[in-house]
């Protein structure tokens, strides 16, 4: 038999070490080792890193050293949520009864009588609106074109001497003053009405028209401003119901859409904020009686 390929094995031999040390691997370095080098003079793979991106002794970090681990998540950290003062919480909190600062006009206490007799008794009212004076537009632009038309037209047909024409002249614009005023008055008459179960639109003063939805019932709704009414502070409600035509779905001209607009919203989803807000006024209406 031969002898063996390499030298045999002497434990007094002083190179046996240093042959070791070179043919052992490269143990994975610490944070203390320097940026990627090891200990001899061949190059590491580097220092293992976490799943999270980051270097260094951190928050949420720990260093093993020379332990061949990486370094891994502290356990014992935990995320620091940011820290907001009480100027910005003022807006926000709730008071003792739950309610949130208010973002809407106050609402009347009682309807008028021309709203009370379509509302039955277990039913809470919220609030009336009449249409924004926009509405009446039309028939006060023809009212004043009708008055200088015709009151030259009359002045004229005077200085020609036929008295008939004039009369009728005159009588025209009588017509037309009073179809303006009943315009005003069914203008007057005309209200859209918020309960906590539903909106209503009452409108006519020969013919009275009574249209109303269920909130219940309410699957969208919407507001639209034109530039003018953005001006103005009218708009268009659009209100729909499972996708079919209903009697109550377009109201224009309506005052305050924002104002309503959350009204109705908070009267579909927050109920009983409308109540908690409402008792907190009533106490401290009560309170300020008996002072």
Do not use: C
Request: proline share 9%.
């Amino acid at each position: 038999m031969g002898s063996p390929s390499g030298p045999p094995f002497d434990p007094d031999d002083p190179d046996r070490e240093r042959r070791e040390r070179d043919t052992e691997p490269i143990p994975r370095i610490g944070p203390d080792d320097g940026p990627g080098y090891g200990a001899g003079p061949g190059l590491s793979d580097g220092p293992s890193l976490s799943d999270d991106v980051g270097y260094g002794d951190g928050p949420g970090y720990a260093g093993q050293g020379r332990s061949g681990r990486g370094w891994i998540r502290d356990p014992e950290a935990s995320y620091q949520p940011p820290q907001i003062s009480e100027d910005e919480l003022a807006g926000l909190r709730a008071d003792a009864t739950g309610s949130t600062p208010r973002r809407v006009l106050p609402l009347e206490d009682e309807p008028s009588s021309l709203v009370a007799r379509y509302l039955f008794p277990t039913e809470r009212y919220r609030g009336e609106w009449k249409r924004h004076w926009i509405h009446l537009t039309n028939p006060l632009l023809i009212g004043v074109a009708a008055t200088f038309v015709l009151g030259y037209l009359s002045g004229f047909l005077a200085g020609q001497d036929v008295g008939a024409l004039t009369t009728i002249a005159v009588l025209l614009w009588f017509a037309v003053m009073g179809w303006v005023a009943w315009k005003v008055a069914d203008w007057w008459y005309d209200r859209f009405i918020l309960t906590n179960k539903r909106v209503m639109v009452v409108n006519g003063i020969v013919t009275r028209k009574v249209a109303m939805m269920p909130l219940v019932r309410v699957t969208d709704m919407k507001y639209e401003q034109s530039p003018t009414g953005r001006a103005l502070n009218y708009g268009t409600f659009v209100l729909e119901s499972a996708g079919q035509e209903q009697a109550l779905r377009e109201i224009k001209n309506l005052p305050n859409p924002n104002e309503l607009y959350l009204r109705v919203v908070e009267e579909m989803y927050e109920p009983q904020a409308v109540e908690a807000r409402l008792g907190k006024e009533a106490d401290e209406a009560k309170a300020d009686d008996g002072a």
